[in-house]
């Protein structure tokens, strides 16, 4: 299995939380590795803070108060899955405490995040080389955006503000398998992740980094963006989703329609060593 993990936070600075897991699962401190808390199948709980030091447990059957403001909440079965905001992940849960509100991180391996993101940015129902090419390209934007919110204790958030993700419910089978064919591969220029920018479309030509922000870019210059059936959204930066697609219906596969966008670029594989 791979154990490359990435952190994604999905609440800040919130009053309270609810959580739950699909099997049985332990809370245990993170300062000591030690379990401080049970929480049984498919019920669900709200933490809360007490002060900047603790957290209760509670649900409709009793509650616990733990003596930590730093926990994770692991299933014992490696395959069952964690709840919190409405949805349910991969990985695991943790669960910080910092003045008096938490913070809800989920900590999962990478292919993983990627399966949660790709129907959430581009439709499942998609070419497949399309959905190949976002795959690898959301990939290099996680890869080359480790630490983004270090300060915050993760390493990307689930929004716009980096990558759409939500979790196991975004997941398809065809956007699982594109993830599959892709795994572990992304784009590099200089021996470097890329910044790998995209949006939806660009209505007929991409913008180069320099014209959007400023900053020259040579990977991102200005290219034709294969869109021009689709009204202009977004930043138009790199590679266009609406362009891929089109890209694909015309017969290129995905490494050719990430080659169209990224200027110069090449392919490789995150370190197989560490990756699985």
């Excluded at 439709?123 to 959301?138: G, N, R, T, V, Y």
């Excluded at 869109?227 to 790199?238: F, L, R």
Aim: hydrophobic share 35%.
């Amino acid at each position: 299995m791979p154990t490359q993990a990435i952190k994604i936070g999905l609440s800040v600075k919130e009053p309270s939380v609810m959580i739950s897991a699909s099997d049985e699962a332990q809370i245990i401190d993170v300062k000591t590795n030690k379990q401080v808390c049970i929480i049984h199948k498919m019920l669900m709980y709200e933490v809360t803070p007490i002060g900047d030091k603790s957290m209760i447990v509670r649900s409709n059957y009793g509650q616990c108060t733990i003596y930590t403001n730093d926990v994770v909440l692991k299933p014992l079965d490696t395959n069952a899955c964690v709840y919190t905001k409405g949805k349910w992940y991969r990985g695991i849960l943790r669960i910080q405490n910092t003045d008096n509100t938490l913070t809800v991180i989920n900590d999962i391996c990478m292919e993983n995040y990627i399966q949660g993101v790709l129907s959430s940015e581009m439709p499942s129902s998609w070419d497949m080389e399309a959905l190949k090419a976002q795959a690898i390209a959301a990939r290099t934007y996680a890869v080359a955006n480790y630490g983004k919110h270090c300060q915050e204790g993760f390493d990307l958030v689930d929004t716009q503000m980096d990558q759409v993700y939500n979790g196991i419910e975004a997941e398809t089978e065809n956007s699982n398998k594109a993830v599959l064919e892709t795994e572990g591969i992304i784009m590099i220029y200089n021996n470097k992740p890329i910044t790998a920018m995209y949006s939806s479309s660009a209505g007929g030509q991409t913008h180069s980094a320099l014209e959007a922000w400023g900053n020259n870019i040579p990977y991102l210059q200005s290219v034709p963006s294969y869109d021009d059936n689709v009204k202009s959204a977004g930043h138009g930066v790199g590679m266009t989703q609406h362009g891929a697609k089109n890209l694909a219906k015309m017969g290129n596969n995905a490494y050719q329609i990430l080659s169209h966008f990224y200027n110069n670029i090449q392919f490789a594989r995150l370190n197989p060593v560490y990756y699985k």
